[in-house]
C-alpha cells in the first residue's frame, strides 16, 4: 500500500501539496469546521500553509501523515483532510487520528471511511501499536466516530484552553 495516495470506496486519500493551501484555508477557516476548535478558525492563508508545511515535513520524516481527501467522483475537489500523524499527547509521542471536513461534506460517512483506512494503515502498514486521538467534550459528533471505531477514552486532558477527552485504540483489540 503506497501510503500518498489511497483509494478507498467512495474517496481518494492523497499526501497534500503546496498547492492545497487555499483549500486547507477554506476547511480550517470555516468557523462551522472550528466549533469545538478553542484556538478558534485559521485567520489566514498563510495561517493555514504553516499548518501544511508541518503535514509535509512529517511526510518527509515518516513517509506517512494527514492526507487531504476528496471523493472519486470529484477528484479535484477537497472536501476535507485527516489521518495519522505523530503528535506529542501525553507526555509521549502518539500516532495521533485527525479529521476535519467542509460542512457540506458533514453526515455522509466520510470520516467514518478515512479513519477506518488510517486504523488499517497505521496497525498493518506501519506496525503502529495504538492509535490516539483527542476531542472536546462538546463534540458529540466525533465522539460517536472514536466510538464506532472502538476507541476507548482513558482519561481528560487539560490545556491552556479547555479540556480534551484522550482516546485509544490498541492494536490487540482493533478488528
Not at 471511511?113 to 502498514?125: D, I, N, P
Request: aromatic share 10%; hydrophobic share 35%; with cysteine.
Amino acid at each position: 500500500m503506497d501510503n500518498s495516495k489511497i483509494i478507498t470506496k467512495r474517496l481518494i486519500l492523497r499526501k497534500p501539496s503546496r498547492t492545497d493551501r487555499q483549500a486547507l484555508f477554506e476547511i480550517h477557516g470555516d468557523p462551522n469546521t472550528n466549533r469545538f476548535n478553542p484556538s478558534g478558525p485559521h485567520k489566514s492563508v498563510e495561517e493555514s500553509e504553516t499548518m501544511l508545511r508541518k503535514w509535509l515535513e512529517h511526510w518527509q520524516k515518516y513517509d506517512f501523515g494527514y492526507w487531504v481527501i476528496t471523493t472519486r467522483t470529484e477528484p479535484h475537489k477537497i472536501i476535507g483532510c485527516g489521518g495519522l500523524m505523530y503528535k506529542q499527547i501525553a507526555h509521549a509521542r502518539r500516532a495521533n487520528l485527525y479529521f476535519r471536513f467542509r460542512t457540506s461534506a458533514w453526515g455522509k460517512g466520510y470520516a467514518t471511511e478515512m479513519a477506518k483506512m488510517s486504523r488499517q494503515l497505521g496497525f498493518k502498514k506501519l506496525g503502529l501499536q495504538q492509535i490516539a486521538a483527542l476531542v472536546r467534550p462538546g463534540n458529540k459528533p466525533s465522539i460517536r466516530l472514536l466510538e464506532r471505531l472502538r476507541m476507548i477514552q482513558r482519561g481528560i486532558i487539560k490545556d491552556k484552553k479547555g479540556s480534551f477527552y484522550f482516546y485509544v485504540l490498541d492494536q490487540n483489540t482493533s478488528e
